[in-house]
Every structure is written in structure tokens, then in C-alpha cells.
């Protein structure tokens, strides 16, 4: 099974969509799903109100963090790489999705679906796999 198809899975199973992407990647990110699970349970549903950032992006995001930060916590050095990153994981998927609200993208207001839960979670783990540089086969 690959990383989309895992991801795919958690979100089956209800993860929310940070939560399905960022578990997915869970033995790279050096945690257990449980701590990925907790950290990224308010940032599904786009925050919590469908106004935020994409959940599938949040989750790619806070796997920056945990592939990049120097954990330095008397002195960061690591923000502005990890910034970076998380800019570059915004972009990418802004490019391929236009939008990276979750609202936008579910055709709130609009009527128009940008992309689907899933199509966001896959886009998030191809994403994340090559910006972190992640194997998203398993």
C-alpha cells in the first residue's frame, strides 16, 4: 500500500484530513501515529470552520516541522527553513487546486467543487513526499 492509498485509509476510518496525511508519514516523522493524531486534530474541517487553511495541507505542514526543526527551543535557528517549506507545500498546492481554503475548495459560496476530501489528501501526501523528500511508497 502507498502513502496516498494509507492516507486514504485513516480518512476511511475518520481521521480528519491533517490527521489521515500527517499519520500517513508517521515512521518518517520519527512519532507515533497517537502524537500525530492529537496534534492535528483541530486543524481538520479547515480549522475547525471550513474558513481555514485546507486540513490535508495543515497535516503536510506540521510534517515540516517534524522533518526540519532543530527542536532548539532556547534558541530556534530552524523557523525560517521550515517557513520554507511550508511555503513551498502552500504553493505547490495552490498551483495545482487553486485555492487552499477548505471552503473554496468544498464550493462553499460557490457551488463549484475545487477538489474533493480525498483528492486534497492524495494532492497533500504528493506534495509533502516530494518536498520533505519522502518515499510515498511504503
Same mark, same amino acid.
Given at each position: 500500500?502507498?502513502?496516498? +492509498? ?5 480518512? #476511511? +476510518? ?12 508517521? #515512521? #518518517? ?5 497517537? $502524537? ?7 486543524? %481538520? ?5 471550513? &474558513? ?19 527542536? &532548539? ?8 527553513? $521550515?517557513?520554507?517549506?511550508?511555503? &513551498? ?5 495552490? !498551483? ?7 471552503? !473554496?475548495?468544498?464550493?462553499?459560496? $460557490? ?7 480525498? %483528492? ?5 501526501? &504528493? ?7 519522502? +518515499?510515498?511508497?511504503?
Amino acid at each position: 500500500m502507498n502513502k496516498k +492509498q494509507t492516507a486514504t485509509r485513516l480518512h #476511511e +476510518q475518520n481521521y480528519n484530513c491533517a490527521q489521515a496525511v500527517a499519520c500517513a508519514f508517521a #515512521e #518518517e516523522a520519527g512519532m507515533d501515529k497517537e $502524537t500525530l493524531f492529537r496534534a492535528c486534530e483541530g486543524l %481538520g474541517l479547515g480549522m475547525g470552520c471550513m &474558513e481555514g487553511t485546507c486540513g490535508a495541507i495543515t497535516g503536510a505542514i506540521v510534517l515540516a516541522g517534524f522533518k526540519n526543526s532543530d527542536g &532548539e527551543t532556547e534558541k530556534p535557528g530552524s523557523k525560517l527553513s $521550515t517557513y520554507k517549506l511550508s511555503r &513551498e507545500i502552500m504553493n505547490r498546492f495552490a !498551483e495545482k487546486n487553486k485555492s487552499t481554503c477548505c471552503g !473554496e475548495l468544498k464550493g462553499v459560496g $460557490t457551488g463549484t467543487v475545487l477538489r474533493s476530501c480525498q %483528492g486534497c489528501i492524495e494532492d497533500a501526501v &504528493e506534495i509533502a513526499a516530494d518536498v520533505l523528500g519522502y +518515499q510515498e511508497d511504503e
